[in-house]
T-cell receptor, first 117, second 112 residues
Framework: DTGVSQDPRHKITKRGQNVTFRCDPISEHNRLYWYRQTLGQGPEFLTYFQNEAQLEKSRLLSDRFSAERPKGSFSTLEIQRTEQGDSAMYLC???????????????FGDGTRLSIL | GENVEQHPSTLSVQEGDSAVIKCTYSDSASNYFPWYKQELGKGPQLIIDIRSNVGEKKDQRIAVTLNKTAKHFSLHITETQPEDSAVYFCAAEGIRNNDMRFGAGTRLTVKP
């Protein structure tokens, strides 16, 4: 399977703990996106990378959140000092940016569901 | 920023009937409009997309129409089947390819 892979699929943790999620994009894709999805809503953009460079962060991404893509391949999203409001599905997507049309389809993984106790 | 409104929030149809989901967007600079299908426990799956230079696109039982003047686009599913039951999301994105905004979703139920 060469789709977007996310790990873990589920994470339950106590409030105040730190958590880290991993995303492996489709191998030739140079763009990687993180989204958050709460129940009954569409995904909300958090941040994206072009290769290893983090180019944009949403205002939703508080200073407790940090994302990295050190070698331009897999990415990690860390949440420090988790709060109840962080409970959500965290989705990763990837796309291949090319010349000409800049809008290329984003392909999503199955997400990491985070539950804060 | 972009705001995407999606209607209806729930839709129930009989197998074989057609289903239509409508979205409006606010940013006239948006030029890419994908539609995603999300099944329980899964991530969104791209089913069709349309760019601003095209008014209509069709792929088998699925079609999407775009009216740039009115800033609305619609998903049409014909000959619905029970396996079409899922949550469908529309989205709109501008030229920078980093500002995709999603609608709140439509839960489609196809009754056999």
């Amino acid at each position: 399977d060469t789709g977007v892979s996310q790990d873990p699929r589920h994470k339950i943790t106590k409030r105040g703990q730190n958590v880290t999620f991993r995303c492996d994009p489709i191998s030739e894709h140079n763009r990687l996106y993180w989204y958050r999805q709460t129940l009954g809503q569409g995904p909300e953009f958090l941040t994206y990378f072009q290769n290893e460079a983090q180019l944009e962060k949403s205002r939703l991404l508080s200073d407790r959140f940090s994302a990295e893509r050190p070698k331009g391949s897999f990415s990690t999203l860390e949440i420090q000092r988790t709060e109840q409001g962080d409970s959500a599905m965290y989705l990763c997507a990837s796309s291949l940016s090319r010349g000409g049309w800049s809008n290329q389809p984003q392909h999503f993984g199955d997400g990491t569901r985070l539950s804060i106790l | 920023g972009e705001n995407v409104e999606q209607h209806p929030s729930t839709l129930s149809v009989q197998e074989g009937d057609s289903a239509v989901i409508k979205c409006t967007y606010s940013d006239s600079a948006s030029n890419y409009f994908p539609w995603y299908k999300q099944e329980l426990g899964k991530g969104p799956q791209l089913i069709i997309d349309i760019r601003s230079n095209v008014g209509e696109k069709k792929d088998q039982r699925i079609a999407v129409t775009l009216n740039k003047t009115a800033k609305h686009f619609s998903l049409h599913i014909t000959e619905t089947q029970p396996e079409d039951s899922a949550v469908y999301f529309c989205a709109a994105e501008g030229i920078r390819n980093n500002d995709m905004r999603f609608g709140a979703g439509t839960r489609l139920t196809v009754k056999p």
